[in-house]
């Protein structure tokens, strides 16, 4: 079992490695932060940002929370995005889920959990948008994989809806909302909902998203 003392000697293993091959890596990384990617996903440990696209500290700015959703709500949340957007600038917010998110599948069930019904909440309402899809799935796995796809469809809309993206767009500034998922299996990306780089995509995307998601 790993003690906390074991992780401090693993990041200055880290840091040491990193300084021979690069002496100004942490000096220059310290002078600013200018990430061109947004990455908004699921809590879970086994999706690191970072690692799965083979981009470095500093290349990418992370918001995660359970099953990588998005509603006016969460004050966290849009600070990240408006930070993000209004201040770094980034040109590209990723949606990105992953199959066989425990979140979703909580979701899937009517059962109380306990506080966290109240974070689910915003996943059963997807669920239940299109309940007459879902229902005519009978693998169980299936279903799962297709709501996950969708929760990622309907949190870019979510994304692109908030007043903080719309002001960018109307301001002029280059930048894309994707949507994607994450297979633990293979640890391969693949795109649910193409980029959307302005509000009239907006609708079309949706529909092509879903279309191509539900398709048997």
Known sequence: MRTLRDLLANNKAWAKSITENEPDFFDQLSQQQSPE????????????????????????????????V????????????????AILKVRHIIVCGHYGCGGVNAALDNHA???????LRHLRDIRQKHDH???????????LDLLCELNVVEQVQN??????VQQ???NGQELSVHGWI????NGLLQTVSPGISGPDEISEVYRIAISSSTAE
Not at 42 to 54: L, T, Y
Not at 133 to 143: F, K, P, S, V
């Open 182 to 185: 994450y297979s633990l299996q």
């Open 70 to 85: 998005v509603v006016h709500s969460d004050m966290n949340c849009l600070s990240v995005i408006e930070y993000a957007v």
């Open 37 to 68: 990617y947004l990455w908004i996903g699921c809590a879970d440990s086994r999706v690191p940002a970072n690692q799965i696209v083979g981009l470095q500290p500093g290349d990418v700015f992370v918001h995660r929370n359970v099953a990588n």
């Open 133 to 143: 899809t879902l229902a005519h799935i009978h693998d169980d796995e299936r279903r």
């Open 113 to 119: 959990l306990g506080l966290i019904d109240n974070w």
């Open 159 to 164: 994304v692109c809806s908030t007043t903080i």
């Open 168 to 170: 960018a767009w109307r």
